[in-house]
């Protein structure tokens, strides 16, 4: 192990910098650097990386935010951007690296968090995380109900035009909690890599209420992703003006305010699955993670 170096926090330092954007890409097919160009590679995001002859073989990292519970708040890490360079692999350093990360973070944090896919289901419980079911929500179109006639104008935003991306900047900074039930704020760099590089092509901008929604239709599905605003939202008032004459359901990726016409179940099986530690017992019976706060 002596050949390997642990080194943090580069994001300023090039040769490092480039060397984990080409690991990132060759592992996740994302090349951070527009992010990082555009000022969102801040303190909020941390590297923690092993290194052998100046390049990048191992990382975890830590991003930083907080976590609403039925209206409390908690301050939160979430592991994400775990991954080895094939050439390394079944050495320990992802272990290594969680170890780390858990003895420097747990005493200044209320909890730490991540999502693993189905290949790494035993790794996560060695370090004393707990996997967590989540819960789906969705609604019936011919359940809903709409009690307001106001219509709004509604277009969409291009991350790349400088205008849009201005809006898209400031309200991924000011949005307020999207749940009391379980939401998560003061997360922007992450939530620009959604914007930046996953959504980019679902994003609508509420011009009365300056709000950003982030959905798509895929057949008689409508995808709601998240919404980022200022204010409270009347998520029945938006739907009314975004479902179709096809849609048949509405699926919501985050935990959505009490409404009757929404239904939830637990997720028995899936390929991001939630593992925290320690266990919170404050955590409700069924909630989700919105998928932008996704690491």
């Known amino acids: 192990m002596s050949e390997y170096q642990l080194i943090s926090d580069y994001k300023h330092i090039n040769k490092y910098r ?43 990292s830590i991003n930083t935010m907080k976590v609403i519970i039925n209206d409390q708040e908690y301050k939160a890490i979430q592991v994400g951007t775990v991954m080895t360079h094939p050439d390394y692999r079944n050495q320990g350093l992802s272990a290594k690296l969680m170890n780390h990360i858990i003895e420097k973070y747990e005493s200044e944090y209320d909890f730490l968090y991540l999502f693993a896919n189905k290949t790494v289901m035993d790794f996560y419980p060695k370090f004393g995380f707990t996997k967590v079911e989540e819960s789906s929500y969705y609604m019936n179109v011919s359940d809903f109900k709409n009690s307001s006639s106001s219509l709004f104008s509604i277009r969409s935003l291009n991350p790349t035009n400088k205008d849009d991306f201005t809006i898209l900047k400031r309200l991924a900074t000011e949005r307020k ?8 704020v003061d997360f922007q760099p992450l939530m620009m890599v959604y914007i930046m590089y996953l959504f980019n092509n679902s994003i609508y901008y509420i011009e009365e209420k300056d709000s950003i929604l982030i959905y798509k239709h895929e057949g008689k599905e409508l995808h709601l992703f998240d919404f980022l605003t200022k204010d409270e939202i009347n998520i029945n008032e938006i739907l009314y003006q975004i479902v179709n004459s096809d849609t048949e359901s509405v699926h919501f990726h985050f935990t959505p305010e009490h409404n009757n016409s929404i239904k939830t179940e637990l997720i028995k099986q899936s390929d991001d699955t939630l593992f925290i530690r320690p266990y919170l017992k404050e955590l409700p019976k069924h909630f989700y993670f919105p998928i932008t706060s996704h690491a």
């Open 18 to 60: 480039e060397s984990f954007n080409k690991l990132a890409k060759q592992t996740f097919g994302i090349d951070f650097s527009h992010w990082y160009n555009n000022g969102f590679w801040t303190n909020k995001y941390i590297c923690y990386s092993y290194i052998k002859d100046d390049s990048v073989i191992a990382n975890a």
């Open 177 to 184: 909690s999207i749940s009391s039930i379980l939401g998560v």
